[in-house]
């Protein structure tokens, strides 16, 4: 069985929304059983499923501290998620989490992480 995280989504810094990869992003405890890294994913949110890139971690290239979040980024989904409850499913560990040399350098990785996630979930979605 794949993880599931579910719970409220809190506001960040909308770093990522300036970067053009808005994030539903979820605190976690630093306990959670969830491996830090990046994921091809799938979103939840009333019932209805989004295809989304996940980040697990601390965010090392914006140094927004010690916290532990989960990032969800939908792909091909517009709307404000704040305070809403949302389920996600972990399907496959794309990569660690790591830390660039400027939000250049992490943008260019974002579009190579959601080709990756999508290549996984069209994979999912033809069985």
Do not use: C, W
């Amino acid at each position: 069985m794949n993880p599931l995280v579910k719970g409220k989504v809190a506001g960040g810094n909308r770093l990522g929304r300036t970067l053009g990869f808005p994030t539903a992003n979820i605190p976690l405890k630093e306990d959670d059983p969830v491996r830090n890294g990046v994921y091809a994913a799938r979103v939840r949110i009333d019932g209805t499923e989004h295809e989304a890139v996940v980040n697990v971690g601390h965010r090392p290239t914006v140094g927004n501290g010690p916290d532990r979040v989960l990032e969800a980024h939908l792909l091909d989904f517009e709307g404000d998620l704040y305070g809403q409850t949302i389920e996600v499913e972990l399907l496959e560990f794309l990569r660690e989490e790591q830390r660039f040399g400027s939000t250049e350098e992490l943008s260019r990785q974002i579009e190579a992480d959601k080709k990756r996630a999508r290549e996984r979930l069209r994979r999912d979605s033809d069985l």
